[in-house]
Each structure stands twice: as structure tokens, then as C-alpha cells.
């Protein structure tokens, strides 16, 4: 297919080269080549006087017009390359007007310079002041009689479109045509493009000429005349300076080009297309100069308009293609009658164009996007009277400007081609479910399901209608299998169709070249050359064993296949996209690293948009890197890649993505992984593979973001949302790294609970509240903790990208309430500590919620150990929704480490770290918090603040060794008093203090604090007597080994002082005995203020 | 290491050892002592740690606690504690960072390697992060790693003993405060990790 014809393009390169009559001559045996020269020219111009006189018409002409000289007297023409009419016929009217032509060119003698075209070198080297003239001068001055101003008729190559490839650069950077204008005045060349204009260049057709003149298509031979005149006196001052300046000579160059345009553009008017864009001549080609060269360059490649069709096409026909799948499997199982249709628009890119121009519908038309005839753009698609010529696709243009002269060459028209094959596909859609587009201007049709009554009549009518809407034809060809279809539609091209019913199949096949099958290419053609075989009745002798054997099991079966006519594969809609990415293999050329990267970067953006763009992300990460082979010289093909050796490697990431950045980044490292000498690269390709739909993927996504911390729903009062905020600020401390995409489920557990404590505390009748709703209001949007709220300590240990990006979420306030936090703290020399009103758990289990919720009825209905027992019972049982819970655990557990830094620093600091590890025995917690609020609400209000008078009011039995054994002795103790606390403290140790550590249990205490907070007031002494003296046997205990672990209980304790009174004095009593200890044992107090820094 | 100290005991000296020097060179970087640039990455116990890149701090941390092998092998107990003290001009300390050891004679060969690994780990996990706790040091500062004995070592009997010297190094006045960072328990061996600054008291004293 044509989408071939760009990648083959080297493999035409060949270039034909005339050989140089110099060199040549160079080898002969004259003594000086100089000498030899002047000896040839002398002789041919003798020659040539020989024949003029010699000539009759000359004679008699001269004689008729009485002047005794012909019109082109004094004129002395230079016929350079091809001209229409030819040189030799341009030299008989030379003879026979008095003319004179040189056969090489001199400046001395040559007056005119004539051709078709002329390159932009040759322009420089010597056509300067000489004028350059179309043919057309001497023919028009002929039939004229006389010898016609020669304005009209210049020439300047690489000015009008027609002549001259469009360069991608001219969309963005190439001199403005209005600085034409101070070419006369300033002569200054360099001038920049405004957008605007150059935006209407590419998508009008006419926008250029429109800008510097008034009346561009009626440019009449007056006009004409008097702009010539204008700009040959400018050509002059042109050659003047340069001739006056050796440094100045780009500036000439650029002036006379430019006058050069447009004095061609008014020429050019009368051709039968409009130029499109105008060029100066030094316009930048490469990545070299285009800072947006990979943008452009796909905006106008045809190879990128096929691949993006195909995301066009998937998104305008989803419906349908969605419905067809559905259908699909009930189809297939029928094939035994089953027809196919290939369709395919006849030479699309031409047809297309040629619909606005239907008067050169029988002459050679190509599509190309460049119409230098000695240029290496290769044509893209050739109509039926072109490939008369011998014109193909793949061609550059200079070949196919010799095999036929008078090619018409037209550029793309992105946007027709878009419209007509929309059209294409509609019809076929309309008439057909089962379409398998192949291509923008081809597809199969299986209408075995179809209601037709002859397959033929069927495919006519789609050609007539295809005909009708697009006025563009189409050929079908009609087979029982897609391989039959295909090739009848060769067959049938142009503008017919072909059935080949299955009982014709093998004597189609049997003449057929096997290189027309599809699959064949010149590699398994040339190999089965070898072995004689040319057709498909010869390739079907050969048994598939041998087949296998020569070529592989895969090939072997194809070949096999589909020389019998065989092709099994199905008609079926767009196949999934495997990969997508983007390569430019021409116009690259980097002078250094820094030019690869920058293009790295543009390719990666347009890749991510495409990414985007499909709604996918990617995994793997593909750079192909085109390198010029070792030796291989500039290609013949401009710009193009040459030679190259092909280098890929790939990089898999671990998340998916479609971040331009990201994508960067690992193309630039694997770039850098070839160790290339930038000036080598020749081309490079960006392949994104592994694709993964997005929304899947969103979720997991999202989860790393520090909003969708901030925005866990708040429903609960103002009180809650301190812990809130502080867990959060926390989470985003681990946040960084990873985060299991279950995480964010915890905090509106955790926050449905808080609710349903609060309102359990209160006494409300709806106990019930929405346990099982609490999946439900995850999705609620919620509003972030008021900034007043957050802890400015934790928050400014924060990295400093997450608190910029907390800082933007609270619209800039968070900084200044920083700024201001440090003044005051400077101010003051103490950090500002606000003991914590309420604790959050950081993250609440599911059936730690179920938990809560029995504890709270309990409270409300206080029935001591049984309710308990039932409630540890429940723990058992999960009922809303504990599908993540040990993942959660797991997470939880080893957050804990890098933030437990934290608590050293600040009181909040520790608290918030420790609600994080809490969460393993949070559900013990909560039931224990239970029991204490109720044993607090009948213990009196009597204070012990010394470990005396604890001692003193705890029973014997209490005083000793509560900690030794395993399980320590208190536990059992607890068990079996009658304070429901105390009870359930012991039946939680049991299960979680396996490490023997108490600080979990009092974290649990705290993220259930509301609980206990309704019922304040009266709880009974006895269990405040044993549990100071727990504590205090339990620093005992610890003080040798593990202060740290006794440093946390105090903290712990400390944040239950804000809550209340019971625990106000059990840390004083506590920490009393700590200090003490500590000092005895370590020779200091513990810091417990703020880090004091 | 000898051959002959791969004994459970020997073992267990020796990673104790082993920590202690790759916890110093953490402490040292994250008091940023020296430039970052002095220091590289490497990989210990499967955590990210710090390591001198020059060959005087290097030495002179491997050394002081490669020295201190013998005393943790041989007279279990001996070391009470390693501090990394670091002093302000006049020789002043301003933050200690002691590791409390506690060797319990009878080795029992309870603890697998890789649980004591495990343990360790947790302190460098932590005191990569435990900068917030620890005080800037002023200018003109010096650091020293400094071993407390339970009772001096026989010079005699040992020649290696050399490399550590009787000091007196200056003490605070007041009792300082304590930051715990890390401990732990098990039963060969318990270390404890806490950061010592001089008390708000003491820092009066020294203005006036």
C-alpha cells in the first residue's frame, strides 16, 4: 500500500546522475583543458553561423522584415536541463531569428538564460543579472514577431509551490512575503513570520499573493510588466551590493530571491493551480533551524494522516463498530457462503484533489508534496494516466518529471482526504455492518449477513453511491475470502469491479505472479526466484513440508495458503491499537546533544498527545534511533536518512502513563544509553507499547495525589477535623513513594465512625448510623480542614513540594499562616503547642467500625464483659466492608517508621505519627475505650497525682509484678475485675501485646477519644488506681531497655490529658515517675516540650 | 573477620560492630558535619545509608569502632555506651548521640542473624529521618566518637587497646535532655539510640 512508499523511499534514491560533460573532458588528450574549451565553443559557434546562414527562413525573414537581423538579434540564449519546446528546438529558432545559443554557459556571451527550472545553486552561481526565462519567451516572441519583453516569462526556482518542494518550515519560519516590501525599502532579510499569517498560508490556498498584491489571480502582462521592471532594477541593487560586499552576500541573495517570488508569483497565476506558499530561499529544512519541527512535521505527512485516520475513524464509527461486535460472533460461525468485498477508492489522493480540477482528470496528475522536478520528494500517488508514464508511487519527483514531462503535481489536501474518506465510510457502514476498514480509502466487507440478491449488483451500488457523494470511483473486487477479494480488486482497478467466484479461484490463481500475492514482498520473491517458482500453479507444487522447511512454519503456511486460494482470516472490525508512537526519519539533522533533546522533548509531548488522544496510557517506552551507517554518504533523497543503521531499545516502567514529562525522561536516558554523536542521528522514533486503558487505570492513578487526601470527606464537626488535617498531613508524608490505591478507603471509615461516635456520645437514638453506608459516602466531595486548623509544626516539615501543593489547594493562605507561625514562634522561643482536642485514627478497619458501633451501644446499654465478648465477636464477623483490611494493615504498619521521626519533634508531631501505627489494635481500642468512659462516669472526682497514694487505694494483690510472666500477670487481673476497662484492656493485650508494648494500646485510646467524651464525670477510682500503677510497673519494666517505648506512652498520655481530667492525672503520675527513672538510668530528663531548635 | 569469631557470639559482636559504623557515618551526615558531597550512598541492610567517601573519615570511623570489637567480644559488657558527641568551639558539647548497649553475658543463640539485622535496620531507617530532632551546630564545631567503659581496659594485656585513649571529656552541668530515637530488645543484645542535649537551664548558666 502507498503507506510503504515513504519508508522505501532510500531504495529509489539511486541517483541518476548526467555525467558531467567536464569531467569527461577532463581525460582527453588536449594538451590544457582550457585550450580545449575554447577550441569546441569556437568551432561549435562557427557550426552555428554556418547553419544560420545556411538557413532560408533566416533569409527570407530578414529580408520580409527588412531589418536584415532576426528578432532575437543580439540575444544569445543558454538552454539549461530540460525545456519544452527542446534545446534543439529552441536552437532552430535561435538560427533562424538571429539568435545565438551557447552551448555552455559563459557569462560573456549568454544573455538569456532559458529552462524549465532552475536549481537554487545555479540560480546563485550564475544567473546573477542574467535573466532566467521560460521558454515559452522564445516561442511567445516568435509567434509575436517580435522580441517580447522578458518580465513575465523569469523564472525563479524554489519561489511558487509548483516548482518547489513546500518545506515544513515554511509553515512556521519561513521569510514573510510582506518583508518584500522592506526588501525594497530596508533590504533587510530577516524578518520573522506573524502567526496569523503564516496560519492562513497552510489552510487557504491562496492567502500569500493575496497579502502582497491586490488582485493576485488577475495579474494581467501589464502588471506583470511593470512589477518586472520594478524588480529587475531592484534585481540590480541587488548584485550591486553584493558585488560592493563581500560580506553582504546573503543579504543580496535573499533580496533577489525574494523579488525573484514574486515576479514568478505573478507568472505563476496563469498555471492551473495556486500556489500555496512562498518561499525565500534559504528557508530552514531541518530540526536543524525549526525550533517546531516535529509538530509541523507531522502536520504534513501523509503517513502520520493514514495513522491518525484510523483514532478518527474508531471514534466517528464506535457506535456501529461496538454494535457490529456484539453481532459478530453469531456471523462468523456461517461462512459457508459467505462473499467479501474489498473496496478500495481508485489512486484516493489523486482523485481527491482532482475533484476541483476536473479538467485534468485525463493528464498525469501526482500527489507529492513537492513539485521540484529535481527533487527527491517521492509521489505519494500517481492517477491512471500518470501511471501510463510508468509513474509510481515511491518515485521521487525528478524521476517522474522524466519519465513525463508535463506531470501535474499537486500537494496534499489533509482535510479533503478527511471529509471523502468519512464519506467512504459512511456509505460503507450504511449498506454493511460487518467493515473492517483497512485504511482510509479501503476496506472488507462481509456481507454474507446482508440482504443482497446478487453480490455483484451489492457492489455496484456501493460504487455508484460512492461515486455519487465523493466523486471520487472506487473498484471492488469480490471473493469468497479477503486474500480472492484482494486480488480482484487489481484486477478491476480503475473504476471496476471483479467477481471471482470460488469455483474460478484456482484458475485465477494459476498464472497469477506470486509477488502479487499479499505477504510477498522482494525478499520472499527473490528467494522463491531462486527456486523457480514465479506463479501460484507452480508454488503449489511445492508440498508444505517443504515449504516449512525453506521458510519457516508461518510463511511456509501462508504461501501454502494462499497460493490454493485459502485465506481464513475474518472480516473483523478495528483491531486493538497495540502501540502508538511517533517517528521522524526526515529532515533530522542535530548539530548537538542539546538539539536531540529539545527534539526528544517535542516528540514525547506528541506522543503523549496521542496518548491522550486514545485515552490510553503506556507501560513500555520504545526509542528508535535511526544512525548513519559508518562511511555512507549524504542521501540522495534531501533530508532524508540515508543509509542507517537501526538501533531500538525499550524501557518498561512500573505505573502506566501518558505524562509528557515522564515520557522524556526515559526517552532521553535511553537515548543517552546509545552514547551517538548527535550529528549521526538520522532519525528517531517514540513508541509507547503496553497500552492500558485510562479509566481503569485512573483510579489507581489518582490515588497519589495529595487532593485526593485533602478532599476525604468532612462531615463530622469542627472537632474532627484537626486529627483530619494533621492525617493528612501525615499521609502526605508517605504518601511520596507509594501508596496502595485501598488507602484512600480508611479515611471515610475513619471518619463515619468519628460521626457515629459523636452522635452515639450524645445520646441519639440512631445508633445505626450508615455502617454499611460508609462505602457510599467515600465518593462524597467534601471541603479540605479549615487552614487555621492544620498543624503548622507538622506542616513545616513537610517536603517542599507537598506543601506547595497544600498551599495551592488552600489558595496561597497556607504560606503566610507559615510565615506568621515562624514569627511567632521566634517571638515566643517556644514552639506553639495546642493540646489535641480529638484524635483520628489514622485508619479505621472495617470491623474495627463494626466495633465501634457495638462498643457505642453498649455505652448506651452498659452491660459489662458479656457485651464484650459479643463485641469481639463481631470483630470476627465483617459485615460492611473489610476487603482491604490486611493490606491496610500492612501499609499502615510500615508508615509508621519514617514518620515516628516526627514525634521527637513536636507534640502534635507524635501524635499524628502515631496514629498512623496505631491502627492494628484500633478495634481493641475502641472497646476499650467503652469500658474506661463508663468506669469514668461512676469513679468520683478524686485526684491522685502521686504514685502513693495510687499505691495506697490499689489492693494488694495489685502491687507487684504486674508485668512479669507471659502474659504478664496484670492481664489476667484485668480479666477478671469488674471494670468493664479494665477487662477489655486484657482481652486486647491478649490478642495484639504479642511485642508487649503498651503505646499501641493507648493510641487506640486516643483516635477513639469522642467516644468517651459524653460520658465525662463520674467514673469510679479504682480502675484510674490500676491503671497508674500498671503504668508505673510498666516504666519499671521498660527503663532499662527502651525508653523510647516509654517516651511514646507519655506522649500518648499527654494527648489523653487534653481530653480529660481521668487522664490528666494518670499522666502526672506517670510522667513524675518517668523523669525520675530516666534520670536515675540515663543521667537526664526526657524532653517533652518541643524540640527546643 | 577471623574465622574464628564466627561463633554465635562472634557473630553478634560482629553486626553490632558492623551497625555501629554505618549508623556513626549517618549521624555525622545528617548532622551535615562535612558537605554532602563527602558522602555517598550505599546500600546496608537493604537501606539507604551514607557512607565517607574520605579516607581519613572513613578510617577514622571504621577504626574506632572496628577497635571496639574486642571489648564487645571478649568482656561482654564492658562497653556501657558509644556516643557521637559533637562540640562547639570550646569543646562544649552540644548534642550527644549515645548508643546504649547492653550485652547479656550467656549468649543464647536465640536470635537468628536476620532478626538482629531487622532490629538494626529500624535505627537507621529512623535516624535518616530524626534530623528535625537534633540541634544546627554552631560554627567552629568538632565531633568525636567517644566509648564509655564500665571499667578502664588492662593496657597491658592488649596492644590493640592503643587506638582508644583515656578522655575526660568536659560534662554538662545539669542533667540534659533526652530524645529516645531508637531501641531495642532482644536477648543477646539490647541497643538504644537517644540524642542528649544540654538542658534549657544549663544553656543560662553557660550565657551568664
Redesign the interface.
Known amino acids: 500500500m502507498r503507506s510503504s512508499s515513504s519508508s522505501s523511499a532510500s531504495s529509489f534514491s539511486a541517483k541518476r546522475r548526467k555525467p558531467n560533460p567536464k569531467t569527461s573532458f577532463q581525460r582527453s588528450s588536449f594538451t590544457d583543458f582550457g585550450s580545449y574549451m575554447a577550441e569546441k565553443n569556437r568551432k561549435l559557434r562557427s557550426q552555428f553561423e554556418e547553419e544560420a546562414s545556411s538557413s532560408s527562413i533566416l533569409n527570407c525573414e530578414a529580408s520580409s522584415s527588412g531589418k536584415g537581423k532576426g528578432i532575437f538579434h543580439g540575444v544569445s540564449i543558454f538552454v539549461d536541463g530540460h525545456t519544452v519546446p527542446s534545446s534543439q528546438e529552441l536552437r532552430v529558432y535561435m538560427l533562424r531569428h538571429g539568435g545565438r545559443l551557447e552551448n555552455y554557459f559563459s557569462r560573456s556571451r549568454v544573455s538569456h538564460i532559458i529552462c524549465s527550472n532552475l536549481p537554487d545553486s545555479k540560480m546563485r552561481n550564475f544567473s546573477r543579472g542574467l535573466p532566467v526565462l521560460r521558454p515559452a519567451w522564445v516561442v511567445d516572441s516568435v509567434a509575436a514577431n517580435k522580441l517580447l519583453n522578458w518580465s513575465p516569462y523569469q523564472i525563479v526556482e524554489q519561489s511558487s509551490e509548483i516548482y518547489k518542494q513546500t518545506k515544513l518550515s515554511a509553515f512556521l519560519r519561513c521569510k514573510n512575503i510582506s518583508s518584500i516590501k522592506d526588501a525594497e525599502v530596508s533590504s533587510d532579510p530577516n524578518d520573522e513570520v506573524d502567526p496569523e499569517y503564516l496560519e492562513k498560508s497552510e489552510g487557504t490556498p491562496l492567502p500569500l499573493e493575496s497579502k502582497v498584491f491586490d488582485q493576485p489571480i488577475q495579474v494581467n502582462d501589464e502588471f506583470g510588466l511593470e512589477k518586472g521592471a520594478q524588480f529587475t532594477t531592484l534585481l540590480g541593487e541587488g548584485t550591486e551590493v553584493e558585488a560592493s560586499n563581500a560580506t553582504s552576500t546573503q543579504l543580496s541573495i535573499h533580496l533577489s530571491s525574494r523579488i525573484d517570488d514574486v515576479s514568478v508569483d505573478a507568472v505563476s497565476s496563469e498555471e492551473p493551480t495556486n500556489p500555496k506558499c512562498l518561499q525565500a530561499s534559504d528557508v530552514h529544512h531541518s530540526t536543524l533551524t525549526d525550533p517546531d519541527f516535529v509538530e509541523n512535521y507531522f502536520k504534513h505527512s501523509r503517513l502520520h494522516f493514514i495513522g491518525t485516520w484510523r483514532n478518527r475513524y474508531r471514534r466517528r464509527f464506535c457506535n456501529t463498530l461496538e454494535r457490529n461486535c456484539s453481532k459478530d460472533n453469531a456471523s462468523s460461525i456461517s461462512t459457508n457462503k459467505s462473499y467479501i468485498i474489498h473496496i478500495d477508492m481508485d489512486c484516493f489522493f489523486v482523485s481527491v484533489i482532482l475533484r476541483k480540477y476536473p479538467e485534468l482528470i485525463d493528464k498525469p496528475v501526482a500527489v507529492c508534496h513537492s513539485n521540484n522536478s529535481k527533487g527527491t520528494a517521492e509521489i505519494s500517488s500517481a492517477n491512471y494516466p500518470a501511471r501510463g508514464y510508468g509513474i509510481r508511487a515511491g518515485m521521487f519527483v525528478r524521476d517522474a518529471k522524466n519519465c513525463c514531462p508535463n506531470l501535474f503535481v499537486f500537494p496534499y489536501d489533509f482535510i479533503a482526504y478527511e471529509e471523502v474518506a468519512d464519506q467512504f465510510h459512511s456509505i460503507l457502514h450504511k449498506h454493511c455492518n460487518n467493515v473492517q476498514a483497512l485504511s482510509c480509502d479501503e476496506a472488507f466487507l462481509d456481507i454474507t449477513e446482508c440482504d443482497y440478491d446478487d453480490p455483484e449488483n451489492f457492489a455496484s451500488m456501493i460504487r455508484k453511491e460512492i461515486v455519487e457523494t465523493t466523486q471520487c470511483t472506487a473498484s471492488a473486487g469480490i471473493a469468497g475470502n479477503l486474500l480472492i477479494a484482494r486480488l480482484a480488486t487489481k484486477i478491476a482497478k480503475p473504476n471496476g469491479q471483479c467477481f471471482i467466484p470460488p469455483e474460478k479461484v484456482e484458475h485465477f490463481l494459476d498464472d497469477l505472479p506470486i509477488t502479487t500475492l499479499p505477504g510477498v514482498g522482494h525478499a520472499l520473491g527473490d528467494k522463491l526466484e531462486i527456486r523457480k517458482i514465479r506463479t501460484c500453479r507452480q508454488l503449489r507444487l511445492v508440498p508444505k513440508e517443504a515449504l516449512h522447511k525453506d521458510f519457516g512454519v508461518k510463511v511456509g503456511d501462508m504461501l501454502w495458503k494462499y497460493c490454493r486460494g485459502i485465506d481464513d482470516r475474518k472480516v473483523e472490525v478495528l483491531k486493538e491499537t497495540k502501540s502508538i508512537g511517533a517517528e521522524v526519519n526526515w529532515g533530522v539533522r542535530f548539530r548537538n546533544t542539546m538539539d536531540c533533546e529539545h527534539f526528544l522533548d517535542n516528540l514525547s509531548k506528541e506522543v503523549a498527545s496521542r496518548l491522550r488522544e486514545c485515552g490510553v496510557v503506556a507501560r513500555t517506552v520504545n526509542l528508535k534511533v535511526k544512525k548513519r551507517r559508518k562511511g555512507a554518504k549524504e542521501p540522495a533523497k534531501f533530508m532524508g536518512c540515508g543509509d542507517c543503521e537501526n538501533l531500538s531499545r525499550s524501557m518498561t516502567l512500573p505505573v502506566a502513563t501518558d505524562d509528557a514529562t515522564l515520557i522524556r525522561r526515559i526517552a532521553k536516558q535511553i537515548f543517552s544509553s546509545y552514547h551517538l554523536d548527535a550529528k549521526e542521528v538520522r532519525g528517531v522514533g517514540l513508541q509507547m507499547s503496553r497500552l492500558e486503558t485510562l479509566d481503569v487505570n485512573k483510579q489507581g492513578h489518582k490515588h497519589n495525589v495529595i487532593e485526593s487526601w485533602l478532599m476525604i470527606p468532612a462531615k463530622v464537626g469542627e472537632v474532627t477535623f484537626r486529627p483530619e488535617s494533621r492525617r493528612v498531613v501525615a499521609e502526605s508524608l508517605c504518601s511520596s513513594e507509594e501508596k496502595l490505591p485501598g488507602m484512600q478507603r480508611h479515611g471515610p471509615l475513619h471518619e463515619n465512625s468519628q460521626l457515629y461516635f459523636d452522635r452515639a456520645a450524645a445520646g441519639t437514638e440512631t445508633l445505626y448510623i450508615n455502617l454499611v453506608d460508609s462505602r457510599s459516602s467515600e465518593n462524597a466531595v467534601s471541603k479540605l480542614p479549615p487552614v487555621s486548623h492544620l498543624d503548622m509544626s507538622v506542616i513545616k ?1 513537610l517536603p517542599a513540594e507537598i506543601i506547595s501543593e497544600m498551599n495551592v489547594a488552600y489558595n496561597g493562605k497556607l504560606y503566610d499562616l507559615m510565615k506568621k507561625h515562624d514569627e511567632d514562634q521566634k517571638n515566643n522561643g517556644i514552639l506553639l503547642i495546642t493540646p489535641p482536642k480529638v484524635i483520628g485514627g489514622k485508619k479505621l478497619e472495617p470491623d474495627a467500625t463494626n466495633t465501634s458501633g457495638r462498643s457505642s451501644c453498649e455505652l448506651i446499654k452498659p452491660k459489662k464483659a458479656e457485651a464484650f465478648e459479643m463485641m469481639l465477636h463481631q470483630v470476627e464477623k465483617p459485615e460492611v466492608s473489610c476487603s482491604n483490611l490486611n493490606i491496610l494493615q500492612m501499609k499502615s504498619t510500615t508508615c509508621t ?6 514525634s ?2 513536636s507534640s502534635k508531631a507524635v501524635l499524628l505519627a502515631q496514629n498512623i501505627s496505631d491502627d492494628t489494635n484500633l478495634d481493641k481500642s475502641v472497646s476499650r475505650q467503652g469500658v474506661l468512659c463508663h468506669s469514668a462516669s461512676v469513679a468520683g472526682d478524686s485526684l491522685w497525682n502521686i504514685p502513693k497514694d495510687i499505691e495506697s487505694g490499689v489492693s494488694e494483690k495489685f502491687k507487684n509484678n504486674l508485668w512479669s510472666g507471659s502474659p504478664p500477670k496484670w492481664v489476667e487481673k484485668f480479666e477478671v475485675s469488674n471494670y468493664l476497662i479494665l477487662n477489655l484492656i486484657a482481652q486486647l493485650y491478649t490478642k495484639f501485646g504479642a511485642v508487649g508494648l503498651l503505646s499501641p494500646t493507648l493510641q487506640s485510646l486516643i483516635s477513639l477519644y469522642p467516644f468517651i467524651l459524653g460520658s465525662n464525670g463520674d467514673e469510679p477510682d479504682e480502675p484510674r488506681l490500676y491503671l497508674c500503677e500498671l503504668l508505673l510497673q510498666y516504666i519499671n519494666h521498660k527503663i ?8 511514646l506512652c507519655c506522649r500518648l498520655l499527654e494527648r489523653l490529658t487534653a481530653i480529660s481530667n481521668f487522664f490528666s492525672e494518670v499522666y502526672s503520675a506517670f510522667l513524675s515517675r518517668l523523669q525520675v527513672s ?2 536515675e538510668n ?6 517533652l516540650t518541643g ?3 | 573477620m577471623d574465622r574464628k569469631n564466627v561463633t554465635p557470639q562472634g557473630q553478634t559482636a560482629r553486626i553490632l560492630v558492623e551497625f555501629l559504623e554505618v549508623a556513626i557515618n549517618c549521624i555525622v551526615f545528617l548532622k551535615g558535619f562535612y558537605p554532602a558531597g563527602a558522602f555517598e550512598r550505599r546500600r546496608y541492610m537493604n537501606v539507604v545509608v551514607q557512607k565517607a567517601r574520605h579516607p581519613q573519615l572513613d578510617n577514622y570511623i571504621h577504626s574506632a569502632t572496628s577497635e571496639l570489637l574486642p571489648f564487645i567480644q571478649k568482656v561482654a559488657g564492658l562497653i556501657e555506651r558509644v556516643a557521637v558527641i559533637f562540640y562547639d568551639k570550646d569543646h562544649i558539647p552540644v548534642e550527644r548521640f549515645v548508643f ?1 548497649l ?1 550485652i547479656s553475658q550467656p549468649y543464647s543463640s536465640t536470635v537468628e542473624e536476620n532478626d538482629l539485622q531487622f532490629a538494626l535496620r ?1 535505627f537507621l ?2 535516624l535518616t ?8 551546630l554552631p560554627p567552629g564545631s568538632s565531633w568525636e566518637i567517644t566509648a564509655y567503659f564500665r571499667a578502664l581496659p588492662d593496657e597491658n594485656n592488649d596492644t590493640k587497646v592503643q587506638m582508644w585513649v583515656p578522655t575526660d571529656t568536659k560534662q554538662w552541668l545539669q ?9 531495642m ?1 532482644s536477648e543477646p543484645l ?1 541497643v ?1 539510640l ?4 544540654p ?2 537551664t544549663e544553656l543560662k548558666d553557660q550565657n551568664r
Do not use: F, R
Open positions: 516539615d517508621d519514617p514518620l515516628d521521626w516526627a521527637g519533634h532499662d531497655s527502651d525508653i523510647e517505648e516509654l517516651y530516666v534520670s540515663y543521667g537526664g530528663t526526657l524532653q524540640c527546643g531548635d | 546504649k547492653v529500624a531507617l529512623k529521618v530524626s534530623k528535625p530532632l537534633t540541634k544546627s542533667p540534659p535532655c533526652i530524645i529516645p530515637i531508637k531501641s530488645s539490647k538504644q537517644y540524642i542528649e542535649h538542658s534549657p
